[in-house]
């Protein structure tokens, strides 16, 4: 036997003394929120549902519930059993037809009360991140946010002698760095996180699958209902960056006149008949070259398109948790050293403003990017 | 009409983004240079906005290591009136709950009663955006996050926030917290008429004593949740492939003609 495997095998033994804890106190099982908008699902209400499924292989009761509130919110169930839910609890009331936060957070809570999971799991939208910590402060639990991986394994802390053996871990990037932060919170349930959108894949829908509809009407007080909806803006022109086959996005250092540039080039793909949208890193977005709603990253969208072209991106952490899954990379940058080339596939060392005028050149004269190989 | 109101802001100093660096325990180093969070930034010029509107005053308060008081004295040279920092080596280790707790006690012991309780969307070091939201719930407000636009009605604010898939409006009474975004504004700077002024104030520094918590309340004892490990992250690809020709009209061409023709792994028939 090796000394390292001696190492580990006493480790092991000095593990299994720790005795196991479980503080669930009956609580079992998954729930997911199910967001929507307007009437409709939003894809990451799937998203979650599809990993709630698969993590619930590692528990005890395997049971996975969703939550879905709204405007005749009983519409949906079919969707949420066919994409892995074994039930869906549906909080259907016209008065719930645009998001207000308390009455929201009553229907979560008092759904999550009743149905007693150990795992929560919320959509890091901007409705998620707004609900999810007032209900999880009203239930007096922990939550983290915005996580990218989850999973279920153990947890020892030597210094109290606790062994936590299905502890739900949270897996989330770390500030400013490439590091990525495992949060626990094993002590409050449910353990409660939001998970970003874009990260994770729902479930291939399954038809035939079974699961229990339960009409659920939470003890809405008047108190819940006095914040007033006075109106509802669609924004009609909203970026679809997580349709597009293509992005084109640009870094701080191009300027607003490489913004320019590259929306000429999206205008130009576009013209072509393939899906494109303009992209940009945070620094670009907080130099005001361009709006927030285009920022890729940690703190921005996260997106897995066909083909992403980095333009003038240095590659910061932050940004490439963003896109770092997107099927193949094109990195235009200046610094040959630049982190973005250790995530691209094709790479130009060069100013943009030589290597982008060519581009919507062959563009224009009907140069299409083939993913038929990709 | 509203009418000199009480106006309170939540604000964090956090490092400057390249000062950021993560400690082997997971907690963030807060040694290096430091800033005012910039939502924050925004958070507080909406606050002086409406002070300016309406009369009343505007109490700024932080959590932090002493030297927050740096951004406290910028809010004051902003415009602030009033600034308390909650600084305790007990609060070590905090996570949003905890740290909701202490600022929860903090604003109930020495801002309260308020009208209105701004927060930064977010901050930029843990990028949560839980702290306004369960600060909310522990103090019983109404909420309403990602807000950029803040009007007076009669006898409460209207509010647009943004939401997926567009902007939604409220009428929401008070007291409240609005959580606010950077496109809400464009912080002012310090003015010299409030940097006379704030000659003349002190930052309240105020411990975990003060606010009535005990030790097990606070700080990572305090805390549901703490970080179990800290891994780096690996990025697995191929190395890149460069295309240096002659020109870069040539290095285009030939990046498009690779890129299309591009070998599957699926064979094809």
């Given at each position: 036997m090796s000394e390292d495997d001696e190492r580990a095998r006493r480790r092991a033994e000095l593990d299994a003394k720790v005795p196991i804890v479980d503080l669930r106190n009956g609580a079992k099982g998954i729930a997911t929120w199910a967001q929507t908008i307007g009437e409709d699902l939003h894809p990451a209400a799937l998203e979650i549902l599809g990993e709630a499924r698969r993590i619930s292989?590692?528990?005890d009761d395997q049971t996975v519930t969703s939550i879905v509130i709204g405007k005749?919110?009983?519409?949906h169930a079919d969707t949420l059993i066919s994409h892995g839910a074994d039930k869906v609890y549906v909080i259907s009331d016209d008065r719930l037809e645009y998001y207000r936060d308390l009455p929201y957070a009553r229907a979560v809570t008092e759904a999550i009360k009743e149905i007693n999971p150990e795992i929560m799991i919320y959509t890091a939208t901007a409705l998620g991140r707004s609900l999810a910590p007032r209900c999880a402060s009203r239930l007096h639990v922990g939550l983290s946010a915005d996580c990218t991986q989850l999973d279920v394994g153990q947890y020892i802390s030597r210094k109290q002698n606790q062994r936590f053996p299905t502890a739900f871990l949270m897996i989330r990037p770390s500030f400013g760095e490439s590091k990525l932060a495992t949060i626990i919170g094993p002590w409050t349930y449910p353990q409660s996180a939001t998970v970003r959108p874009g990260v994770f894949r729902p479930l291939e829908?399954?038809?035939t699958r079974k699961g229990e509809v339960i009409l659920f009407t939470p003890n809405f007080t008047d108190e819940d209902w006095k914040t007033e909806v006075l109106s509802f803006e669609n924004e009609a022109d909203r970026l679809e960056l997580d349709k597009a086959d293509i992005i084109i996005s640009g870094g701080k250092g191009i300027g607003k006149d490489g913004f320019v540039m590259l929306q000429e080039l999206v205008d130009a793909i576009r013209e072509n008949g393939q899906k494109v949208e303009l992209g940009s890193s945070r620094a670009a977005v907080n130099a005001g070259y361009i709006s927030h709603d285009h920022q890729i990253g940690q703190t921005g969208k996260t997106v897995h398109p066909k083909l992403y072209v980095a333009v003038g991106i240095s590659g910061a952490i932050q940004h490439l948790m963003g896109?770092?899954?997107?099927?193949k990379v094109i990195a235009i940058n200046t610094d040959p050293n630049a982190r973005i080339f250790s995530v691209a596939d094709y790479g130009i060392v060069d100013d943009y403003k030589n290597v982008i005028p060519p581009l919507i050149e062959k563009v224009k004269s009907g140069f299409k990017f083939n993913f038929e190989n990709v | 009409m509203l009418k000199d109101l009480h106006i309170v802001v939540m604000i964090k100093q956090v490092p400057v983004p390249k000062a950021m660096k993560t400690k082997a325990d997971g907690m963030m180093d807060r040694s290096g240079k430091s800033m005012m969070n910039p939502y924050c930034q925004n958070a507080l010029e909406e606050a002086l906005k409406l002070r300016d509107k309406v009369g009343g005053k505007v109490s700024v308060v932080s959590m932090g290591p002493p030297n927050a008081q740096q951004s406290l004295n910028e809010a004051l040279r902003r415009g602030a009136d009033e600034a308390y920092l909650l600084s305790d080596r007990l609060l070590a280790g905090s996570d949003t709950w905890a740290t909701a707790v202490a600022l929860s006690e903090t604003i109930k012991t020495f801002v309260s009663p308020f009208d209105v309780l701004f927060a930064g969307l977010q901050t930029i070091d843990g990028d949560t955006a839980h702290v306004g939201p369960q600060v909310a719930e522990h103090l019983g407000l109404y909420q309403v996050c990602y807000v950029d636009k803040i009007e007076l009605l009669e006898n409460s604010l209207k509010v647009r926030r943004l939401i997926e898939g567009g902007y939604e409006s409220f009428d929401v009474p008070l007291p409240v917290m609005l959580s606010i975004t950077k496109e809400a504004n464009t912080p002012r700077g310090p003015s010299l008429n409030a940097s006379l002024k704030a000659v003349n104030k002190e930052v309240k520094i105020v411990s975990v004593a003060d606010i009535g918590l005990s030790k097990e309340e606070v700080g990572l004892s305090g805390s549901p949740t703490i970080v179990s490990r800290v891994l780096n992250v690996v990025i697995n690809r191929p190395p890149v492939m460069l295309f240096n020709e002659k020109t870069p009209q040539e290095s285009v061409n030939k990046l498009l003609e690779t890129f299309n023709s591009a070998e599957s792994d699926v064979e094809v028939s």
């Open positions: 292989s590692k528990i005749n919110a009983e519409k829908p399954d038809t896109m770092q899954s997107s099927r | -």
